[in-house]
């Protein structure tokens, strides 16, 4: 048995070896990277549909954040502020920003583990592991949301388990407020998500419901609020109005054109199958009726001042719903069509982080860096240049030959995590104290109800939705490891917490 006196004392201390070990890594890395040939790409500002157009952010923002109905207001929110703050330097300052969002994520990595005990030489390995892989690189030097999702997801579990410790409404307001955050950023994180955690917690810490119940209203009665003002502006109870169409990528997109044809002739489906959800305005003049102009420009253009179409017109809310009518008849009628979709969207959610269409050019400068950690670490053997390249294999060899080309040990390896850690929550042993058992299950709750939900409502891009779960999952690992360790007697079975009263494991 190896004693913990220098964890002990490397954790009673706020900057430790391996904080720094793994601060250090992040810089050196990121220099390295940079010398690479990774830049920050700023096009999504303009080229991505949940962004209002960038012209807006700089010119209208506010009467566009009050009528965006498409998506959640906060990114474009946050997008706004910059440019407007920056109109010709922006994409300067959003490195800035996101750089230094990484450090903040290192330190809530790191931060996060202490709390759970974990000894620092395998916080800080796990840390370096995750920070200086290309995906997370990638995604740092993306203007999307992904990076602010992995950050507020970490600071969620850290303020949760400062909630644990000492219950109070200041602490559950904070807690609360991390997760209105989320909400306000991505739609996958639904009401029914915050209602779910503040119901588990009243549960589990019935001595503070009071403080779940004043904690939590805020954030319900803001979330409500935005829905209400999107069920009497445009007839949607909701933060999202893209959900109809949305179904059509994983019912009527997944059918070829002769079952297509076939449903339509039989009455099953309306012709709107045979165009691509998401296509422009013009594809759907058949479709749609004609409605007055605004005077709102984010309501009124059919396309963004960058040139793809604005899903914020309120023609496309007629789309959604036949849209919706399809995908329903498609559940009902033809499920297989559907299947094809879900087995996609899970072969696609162990994919490393850099499989991802928006990484082409810049996977392609990394390499064999980015080959060897997709193979060391996701276990994936073979690489295809584009996802059409993997369609046309599954459409000229079958579906054994694409499993090379998955995450073969993020399968495995991710699955093992979920069990071990569904196992620790509901051991009788308890072999993880109060707080980090309750923050152990809001973890895995969360992975489980976004796993969900995109992987059985989205296909194409799960392992972009996968992304800032993959913190949690490095989190979990931490806590395997360690518990592997304990029991093989590699370190001391009592470790004191440093933030409570020592611990038996």
Known sequence: MVETVAVKNAESRLVSPGILFALAAFVISRILYWH??????????GNYWQNIDPVLMKTRLLQSLFYLHMQPPGFSLALGVVLKTFPTSY?????????ILGLAITLCLMHLMRLFRVPEIVSAGLTTLFLISPGCVMYENLASYEYPILLLLLLAAIALYRFCQVPSVRRALMFFAILFALTMVRNIFHILFVLLIAAALAT???RARKAVFWGVLPALLLILALQTKNWILFHSFTTSTWAGMNTGTTTTFQLTPDEADRLIRQGVLTPLARIRPFSSLKEYSAFIHPIPAT??????????????????NPLYLQLHQLYFANSKAVWLHYPQ?????VAIA????????????????KRSILQPFDRMYSEVVFGQFRQAPTRKDLRAIRASKGVLPLVPYTGIFAMIGLTVLMFWASR???SRQRPLGHPEHTVLG???????????VSNFLATFENNRYRFPLDGYYTVIAALAITSVARKRRLIDPVVESPDAAPVRA
């Open 346 to 361: 899970w072969f696609t959610y162990f994919l490393p982080a850099t499989d991802y269409e928006a990484f082409d050019a």
């Open 295 to 312: 005077g709102i420009p984010i309501l009124d253009q059919a396309e963004t001042s960058t040139g793809h179409p604005n899903f914020n």
């Open 442 to 452: 809001f973890m895995v709750v969360t992975i489980l109800f976004c796993t969900t």
């Open 91 to 99: 994409a300067v300052a959003l490195q800035v920003i996101y750089l």
């Open 424 to 426: 620790q929550l509901l």
């Open 36 to 45: 690479a040939g990774v830049r920050f790409d700023s096009s999504p500002i």
């Open 337 to 341: 069509a559907y299947a094809r979709a």
């Open 204 to 206: 589990v810490m019935p």
